[in-house]
């Protein structure tokens, strides 16, 4: 069964600090990984994207790995801000079929000052 | 830049009556989805369209309706609401299945009384 598994649940930390939220996933035969960002209110969005030949990538302060062999892949934020407040979702597309998209039920990341 | 618009953002219904939930997408794909999220759950597809004229059921279909009679427009029905609708609906659209990513619009709280 495709399935994908966040953890933590939720994470508060300090303004300032690093923090790394886990995906594990099943999905077969896989496409590529997406990291989500979902405000308070708001619709997800991109902010990165992960494919099979692909082990670390960055977008600003947010740095995504993969590792396809033991299918887990990691969302590090360095140097947190309070807009980094927000839900982040693993998103795993399989190869297959137009309903291929397969969700994490996300991490609630909560930055105090 | 639009991207998806949907309307309404916020409906509050009494059990047993209908509405239908519009998504407008301005980047011309073929493809879109209708999501619901639940507290504690991933996003779960309700329908989706390959196409203008296509629909097709998702994870959780039952109770609902859609239609893609335009290409830029995907309509969800609700023809007897019951109070376990209550969530927060999304529509999202992408141009294929493989890399593309899937944008979402803001989204629609729906609470049914």
């Known amino acids: 069964k495709n399935q994908v598994e966040q953890s933590p649940q939720s994470l508060i930390i300090l303004e300032g600090k690093n923090c790394t939220l886990q995906c594990n996933y099943t999905v077969s035969p896989f496409s590529n990984l997406r990291w989500y960002k979902q405000d308070t209110g708001r619709g997800p969005v991109s902010l990165t994207i992960m494919t099979f030949s692909e082990n670390t990538k960055s977008n600003g302060r947010y740095t995504a790995t993969l590792d396809a062999d033991t299918k887990q892949s990691s969302l590090h934020i360095t140097a947190s801000q309070l807009s980094d407040s927000a839900s982040y979702i693993c998103v795993v597309r399989a190869q297959t079929g137009a309903n291929n998209l397969f969700f994490g039920t996300g991490t609630r990341l909560t930055v105090i000052p | 830049n639009a991207g998806v618009t949907q309307t309404p953002k916020f409906r509050v219904l009494k059990t047993g009556q209908s509405m239908t939930l519009l998504c407008a997408q301005d980047m011309n794909h073929e493809y879109m989805y209708w999501y619901r999220q639940d507290p504690g759950m991933g996003l779960r597809l309700i329908h989706y369209?390959?196409?203008?004229?296509?629909?097709a059921k998702g994870e959780v279909p039952d109770g609902y309706n859609v239609s893609r009679l335009k290409k830029q427009n995907f309509l969800l029905g609700l023809e007897s609401a019951a109070p376990s609708q209550t969530s927060v609906y999304f529509c999202?659209?992408?141009?294929?299945?493989?890399?593309?990513?899937?944008?979402f619009g803001q989204g629609t709280r729906l609470t049914v009384v």
């Open positions: 369209s390959v196409g203008e004229g296509t629909t």
């Open positions: 999202a659209s992408s141009s294929g299945v493989t890399d593309t990513e899937a944008f």
